[in-house]
């Protein structure tokens, strides 16, 4: 089968998942279909969606960023801190913020490419020392008034359609071309399938690498504002949760954790599978626990699907069936 | 068997912090001190040696987070029993532990799964399941566990004595052969394999020993606290991988051992003294912790360095 | 009685058959060599036997019984021990523990006799000659030739029925070599059976009782080697006279110098080598495994740190890494020496492997032009004649042959005018090398500088206009013309070891 078909089947299958996870739940309960829940659907999967493009592009090309949760807890507690509840500020002060945590993210980078440290090793230090340094700066207790501006932004609507939803949808365009229209995506995924045949192509391995960790170090600042906007003010833990649904939107979505391979349309289905099965905590009235381990489950099922041992009995068994 | 370089360098830390702390401190060389912060290191010493074990093999062992917190919730929710009731829960939760260690080792071997992924799965499955029996911290220990836990024989503690118990075993588990095929396979599994080592069976091993330590991690600690709590274990994952990196094991398996990641959790448990002994802010410990993550790395690779040049011949 | 019988073993890897219905049968107390060609089959065959991978078909048996082993495990406990090309050794663990792997003394407490590891190891060293390989050294430190005699103390230590010896040689120097011979026929004479696989005939004829040869995937035939002449086991091997191998001799050289490279040391493997590599010449680059030639060619890419002068076309630079040394300022490309780990990204397809070098080039403002990448792909498979059903068929799925046709087109797409071929036909079919040769020659017409590492010497001897031999880290000789033969380049490669000692 050629290579082309594989990449689009793992993203089909996330996507049919997550329909058919839905279908289930509205059958149980038909307020889960209504528009007014599928836009609040949409909305919460935009967070973990924005902070999970930087993770997907990273995690194709072959490592991981740990360094999310703080990156955005820091940019949501800068802005809140500069914007001071004023709209004004946030004109240079989103901009600047999103650009430290592209710096951020180049660290990172640089720490990898360069002085060789395991992506796990960087990015979970660099996620440390940004939660000490908040906490230092903000004392432990945080500053509370978002600026309206962030709040309609999170919140608001465009006619129709919820002003974050068109947000997603742009970078989520964005991030589709770059990764399967440009030179750095073909790069990401060159470097995530063979480092060293990509470097002895002449792929410019450090810079690539560099570039997807400031990008996720960007989109999870962006997150971060976005986030204060949504839940009306910045406090310590808010960027926590993020790290796990930001990996596992990638996983669900069919990318291999060693990279090489993955889309962001894959990522957005896992992203909504996350989401979903979170709306089951009400519906079936689920405990926290229960959620977790649904959690755990449906990840563990979705990578078997796309392991070679299981695809291949598959085969076999389709095979069987047909002659 | 690499003997003492990788050690020096975490050794090193090691001394410096305590050095730090003994100038500014009495009473910092004292039999006291010792039994005070091993017993505050001994959970994640405990968490950690699991953890050498499956990086050792290659992989990383992400749900010891919620089998910390299971093996506590479970032995809060048991608190009137007596002691031979006690030590028959105790019993199941380690088997607990060792049988999801089991369960993890056999998916990623015959799924062809990836460690990473697998254990970040099954870290929110046992969690959960943390949080189903144990719906929030409370619950009791029996008392006498606790007494247990604060008290002293022959002037040590329970936890220093725990230590040298621990040290004793791993001196003589990493002379056994499945130590030498975890090892191998985590060094290189093709070569393992072609060498006769069943990889399977070493991932069960493998994963098996860590569910098992961190359920061992998950009783002391309640020895010391009293009390479960369905989420205490999420703080220590990534610290126990830190305390096993410091110590000088690489994340590629193969090398390393136990005494450097007990060094490893030392030093993270004493920055926070140290931190505190400067009169500085406790929020700079995280910040501590994480230039010595990644320093230790460094050292790490530059001692790798200075080795391979070593290997002139031709 | 055969001591070792197979019928029928037949191998089939994806779309590609590598054994055909294999039929064999060696006796204990004899040498049996094993030959055959690059993609014969005689690697897939010896994994087999050693179980490393089972056979679709066919029966094996083993003093008349059944043999089926499902890992090395069985093999190794049915009295089998092969030495592998690819060495079995695992690098973070010693010689000693290494050697007695699985098949330790432990003490009443389970756990491994150390004293006693290291007490048996130096006595088989000891016995084997091998004193100055220190027992308790961690194998990772160890050299390539070293490695390759701690592969084989392993594999006698077992004290095997069956040693397999594959490619046993290809990294030890001349004097191992005859200590290697001498132990497989001292086996032999004491009653067990030694397979010998290799495609040296001259160390096939000093110590093989018998040969078997393969081609294709299917047995030719199986003789004693007195009755057989070179010829006619070449004959049996590629099917046909060995006519035109090699292309016409001709001199393309001009006075223009592409590379000079002065005093270039790499660590201590590469000790100041100089070099001057012309425009439309093809300079060979022989001597044994281990001695710098790997260094030299990483250095020169870009992909290893190194000191001293570079020039190309007479520009004095500093290569940063392979970016660099690919970018059209520099035009230096290497053929790597492991296409499947370095050359190739086996699970993507055709088409992304040919244009991964060139991307730049076929986008503008960075996004790729999809209609430029299909007619250069269409070029480049057409221009090498790789063998593919559509440019979408992963790498990893061609022929050895055929995929390494692939990291040449990759290569000659950057348009790099000075190309660096390390061990070109490693591993490649007989067919393919001729069309590699031949496309080595048009290049050098063309005005490519051509810089090519052989561990084959007839290859160096009748493709290469000059030989640089190296010889521990150092340029022993340099020949030209009528002096370049196989005695002359074995020559050097040892001179420099016995002024040095």
Redesign the interface.
Known sequence: MSGKFRVWRSTLLAYAGALLIFALTSLYSPGFAAPSHLRSLIVVSAFTGIVAIGQTLVIIGGGIDLSVPWVLNSSAILVTLIADGANGPLLWAVPAIVAGGALVGAINGAGIAWAGIPPIIMTLSTNTILQGLLLVATGGSPPAMTPHVLQVMATGRAGPLPVIMLIWLALAAAVTLLLGRTVLGRYLYALGTARMVAEFSGVPVRRVILSAYAISGATAAFAGVLLTGYSGQAYLGMGDPFLFTSIAAVAIGGASILGGNGTYLGTIAGALVLTILTGLLAIFRLSNGALLVIYGVVILFTVSLATPAVQSAVARLARRRAG | MAGIGPLLAPAAILLLLLAVLASLRRGVLTLDELNTDTAAAMTLILVATGETIVILRGGIDLSVGGMLSLATAIAATRGAAGPFEMAGWAALILAVGGGVGMLNGALISTLELQPFLVTLATWSIVGGTALIVLPSEGGAVPGWWVDAGAGTLFGLSLAVWSLAALLLWWAWFRRTRVALSIRAAGSNERSAFLSGVALGRSNVAAYGLSGLFAALGGLFLTSQTGSGSPTVGNDFVLPAVAAVVIGGTVLSGGRGGLVGSALGAFILTIIGNVVFVLHISSYWQPVVAGLILVLSVLATSLSDLAMARRDAAL | MALLQATGITKRFGGIVALNGVAFAAEAGEVHAVLGENGAGKSTFIQILSG?IAADDGTLSLRDRPFRPA???EA?RAGIAPV?Q?????????VA??IW??R?R?TW????D?RDLLRRTARLLGELGLTRIAPDR?V????V??RQMVEIAKALAADPDILILDEATSALPPQEVDWLLAIARRRADAGKLVLYISHRLAEVRRVADRVTVLRNGETVGTRSTSSLSDDEIVTMMLGRRLDRLYPERSTTRTERIALQVVGLTV???LQGVDLSLHEGEILGVAGLQ??GQRELFLAL?G?ARSRGRISVWGRDVAIR???H???SGIGMA?L?EDRR?????????VR?NLI??I??RI?RH???DLKREGTLVAEAVRRLQVKVS?P???AGTLSGGNQQKVVLA?LLA?QAKILLFYDPTRGVDVGTKAEIFVLMRDLAAQGYAILFYSTDLPELTHLADRVAVLS??RVAAVLEGDAIDEEAILHATLGERQAAA
């Open positions: 490393a890992n090395p495990r190794e592998f690819e060495l079995s050794l695992v690098p973070d663990l010693s523990e290494n792997f699985r330790e432990r407490l389970r756990t491994i150390r961690v990772r430190h160890l050299s030739a070293e660590g201590h493997r281990g001695h890419f992909a890494d392979p970016h040394a690919l970018s290497l790597p780990l370095q050359g190739l990204l086996l699970s993507k397809s992304e991964l070098a991307l730049p986008s960075g996004l790729l559509s979408e068929q992963l990759k950057t521990y880290g």
